[in-house]
């Protein structure tokens, strides 16, 4: 079965530095994608970035890049020059062919301070 | 903005009754998936529809369905609801299955 483990319920970092969220899977699947999404507390769901399992580099968007170790089954979310609209609930995604749905992790919230 | 339009946005009603959830996908998307998030449960898969066909269930349950018409627009429609349904559900839309899930901006849902 597939699995997404987020551990950190919530983090803190102060404005500018960056910050690494954590996420590790769990598939039987060959071939999957991985994906981040970013929750403000307005609650909609914004897609931030997908690494493929295939992949040789590692994703990257803008100040999102995505730290993917396949060996040990990781994909955690850095984000650089953290900014105070960065403070949302960030969730670690996975889909792969053995089922048709994109399982979540519980996710983690993150506050950014001055 | 995501492109995909939920209405409506929020959602009062009593034990008992039934509501229907309308999700307007991304121009061009041909597969729409609704998912549940609630506090205690997470985001949940209900279910997913491609071109108007049925492609895969999760966690849906028997007192809820959903369908997906010719111009590609899904309603979820949830009956005899309980306190527990209480809830925030998306609706997204994909262009394929590798794709990522572009997700509304979700109907909150509050049973009284």
């Known amino acids: 079965a597939q699995k997404i483990t987020q551990t950190q319920p919530g983090m803190f970092v102060q404005e500018k530095e960056a910050v690494t969220l954590d996420c590790t899977y769990d598939t039987s699947d060959q071939s999957y994608g991985l994906f981040w999404y970013k929750q403000p507390s307005s609650g909609e769901m914004i897609f931030l970035i997908y690494?493929?399992?295939?992949?040789?580099q590692n994703a990257t968007e803008g100040r999102y890049s995505l730290n993917f170790q396949k060996a040990r089954k990781s994909a955690n979310l850095v984000i650089s020059a953290s900014q105070l609209g960065d403070s949302a609930m960030y969730f670690c995604a996975m889909r792969g062919p053995s089922t048709d749905k994109l399982i979540f992790g519980t996710g983690t919230r993150l506050q950014v301070f001055p | 903005d995501s492109g995909v339009t939920q209405t409506p946005k929020h959602l009062i009603t009593a034990t008992g009754q039934r509501v229907t959830l309308r999700c307007s996908p991304r121009?061009?998307?041909?597969?729409v998936y609704w998912y549940q998030q609630s506090l205690d449960q997470g985001l949940q898969f209900l279910i997913q529809?491609?071109?108007?066909?049925?492609?895969a269930k999760g966690n849906i349950l028997e007192r809820f369905s959903a369908q997906q018409f010719p111009d590609l627009h899904s309603e979820l429609n949830l009956s005899s609801l309980e306190l527990g349904d209480s809830a925030l559900y998306f609706c997204?839309?994909?262009?394929?299955?590798?794709?990522?899930?572009?997700f509304g901006n979700g109907t909150r849902l509050t049973v009284t």
């Open positions: 690494q493929g399992s295939y992949d040789e």
């Open positions: 121009s061009g998307d041909l597969s």
């Open positions: 997204a839309s994909s262009v394929r299955d590798s794709s990522p899930l572009h």
């Open positions: 529809y491609y071109n108007g066909e049925e492609r």
